[in-house]
Antibody, heavy 123, light 110 residues
Framework: QVQLVESGGGVVQPGGSLRLSCAAS????????IHWVRQAPGKGLEWVAI????????YYGDSVKGRFILSRDNSKNTLYLQMNSLRVEDTALYYC????????????????WGQGTMVTVSS | QSVLTQPPSASGTPGQRVTISCSGS????????VNWYQQLPGTAPKLLIY???QRPSGVPARFSGSKSGTSASLAISGLQSEDEADYFC???????????FGGGTKLTVL
């Protein structure tokens, strides 16, 4: 079935790095933009970043710009989020999510979500 | 503080109609489509309304969306206990070059 599965979360110290992965199956991954959205414990949703279907464009939220880097390998149906200079406030459940229609479609709703991977930044 | 403004809470009794507002600006709701998400406790968000007023297949017709100017609304008619959840609006912001979420509205079915 159509699904996204995140992995790579864990506990890291402030200033450390972590790489999250988002593996896709059940659809033509290379046709879709993918977003990352995070949710701090007990808080609302915060958009993190988007990478276009072909990797040609990437946009980041102000809170992660310059620290997080998105990439994708369409041959492996996998998306990567390299998280550097992590801060306590980056602690959250990180979701990857697919846009509703084939890309580029950054404005579209997110119709497929993963189950999320938890990132905890703590000393 | 979120770019899109939603009331933090809403409530209603079974069978009632409830509306949740989402206020933005000309760079987001005023120029781009609005999407709504429902998040049940302990689960990933689910797309509820897309393109201002369209329902994905499987979403009951009790859920409807509308937009006017720089504001949008989600209406739930015939409220049911299983509708108790958090609801988020979202829209792309052309000035910030990113997707903005509302702060979320916690709906309680009394």
């Amino acid at each position: 079935q159509v699904q996204l599965v995140e992995s790579g979360g864990g506990v890291v110290q402030p200033g450390g790095s972590l790489r999250l992965s988002c593996a896709a199956s059940g659809f033509t991954f290379s046709n879709y933009d993918i977003h990352w959205v995070r949710q701090a414990p007990g808080k609302g949703l915060e958009w993190v970043a988007i990478i276009w279907f072909d990797g040609g464009n990437k946009y980041y939220g102000d809170s992660v710009k310059g620290r997080f880097i998105l990439s994708r390998d369409n041959s492996k149906n996998t998306l990567y989020l390299q998280m550097n200079s992590l801060r306590v406030e980056d602690t959250a459940l990180y979701y990857c999510a697919r846009t509703l229609t084939t890309g580029p479609s950054p404005y579209d709703g997110f119709d497929i979500w993963g189950q999320g991977t938890m990132v905890t930044v703590s000393s | 503080q979120s770019v899109l403004t939603q009331p933090p809470s809403a409530s209603g009794t079974p069978g009632q109609r409830v509306t949740i507002s989402c206020s933005g600006s000309s760079s987001n709701i005023g120029s781009n489509i609005v999407n709504w998400y429902q998040q049940l406790p302990g689960t990933a968000p689910k797309l509820l309304i897309y393109s201002d007023s369209q329902r994905p297949s499987g979403v009951p017709a009790r859920f409807s969306g509308s937009k006017s100017g720089t504001s949008a609304s989600l209406a739930i008619s015939g409220l049911q206990s299983e509708d108790e959840a958090d609801y988020f609006c979202a829209a792309w912001d052309d000035s910030l070059n990113g997707c903005m979420f509302g702060g979320g509205t916690k709906l309680t079915v009394l």
